[in-house]
C-alpha cells in the first residue's frame, strides 16, 4: 500500500456531509491552524495505516 501512497499524483476525492459536521470541521480547521484538506488526509492516512 505504501508505494501506491508514494507516487507524488494527487486525485480529487468528493463526498458529502450534514451541514452541522462541515461547520465543526471547518472551525476545528481554524482552532488547529489547518485546512479542512490537511485534517482529511491526515484523518484518511491514519485510517490506512493501521
Excluded: P, Y
Excluded at 480529487?12 to 482529511?40: M, W, Y
Aim: net charge positive; proline share 0%; no cysteine.
Amino acid at each position: 500500500m505504501k508505494a501506491v501512497m508514494d507516487t507524488g499524483k494527487m486525485v480529487r476525492i468528493n463526498f458529502e456531509v450534514d451541514e452541522a459536521t462541515h461547520a465543526a470541521l471547518k472551525i476545528h480547521a481554524v482552532k488547529t491552524g489547518r485546512s479542512v484538506t490537511q485534517i482529511l488526509r491526515e484523518l484518511v492516512r491514519g485510517e490506512l495505516s493501521k
